[in-house]
């Protein structure tokens, strides 16, 4: 592919397993990863140690034009991420961190000022999008764009489970019911609401494994963007 870098996007709400399917197609492409959500979670967590009011639209857009964040690949696999020089890869995953990034990134301003910080991650060979608009807003030329969904319940267990397993105490039926108040913010916001392109292929993983939904994904992005059958097999 000649020119500008191929891109595939993966949106999504949370707990379909966009992530994991992210960093697997880009270690098994050697593609570069945009975790779209971690700046909008870094948003809101500077937004707030600078004390500043979550809807105060002029300010947090400020901080996030601003935002001095680093993202590394460590060797055990895991996406590390700094802000202000400090680690805060874990900080960031908290569900207070996932519903205050909800909360800034209905905020129009906020979005426009990390929109070309998130295209300039398109970089060759290539780049996995992972977010909740990069079909639709941040990369709508992408050459293939792939949208998961799953059933409220299910994510809910998943994500409880992966709490559990950090011994993080949350009640299931509290994660469940802000993973439904999330999902209503991000498909009502006016500035880029949740939804699949209109070119985009749509996945239900609800009943589904990571590795089917990894073989899933390696078929379409085999077949859109040609890639030998023998290609890291």
Known sequence: MNGIAPVITVDGPSGVGKGTLCQWLATRLGWRLLDSGALYRLTALAAQRRCLPLDDESSVAAVAAELAVEFSAGTDGVLHITLDGEEVSTTIRSETAGNAASQVAALPQVRAALLQ?????????????DGR?????????????????????????????????????????????????????????????????????????????????????????????????????
């Open 117 to 129: 910080r998130q295209r300039d991650f398109r970089q060759r060979p290539g780049l996995i999008a």
């Open 133 to 233: 608009d990069m079909g639709t807003v941040v990369f709508p030329d992408a050459q293939l764009k792939l949208f998961l969904i799953a059933d409220t319940g299910e994510r809910a267990r998943r994500r409880h489970k992966q709490l559990s397993e950090n011994d993080m105490d949350v009640s299931l039926a509290a994660l469940e019911r802000e993973i439904a108040e999330r999902d209503a913010r991000d498909v009502q916001r006016a500035a880029a609401p949740l939804t699949p392109a209109a070119d985009a292929t749509v996945l239900d993983t609800t009943a589904k494994s990571i590795a089917q939904v990894c073989e899933w994904a390696w078929r379409q992005a085999r077949q859109r963007l040609q890639i030998p059958t023998n290609h890291r097999d």
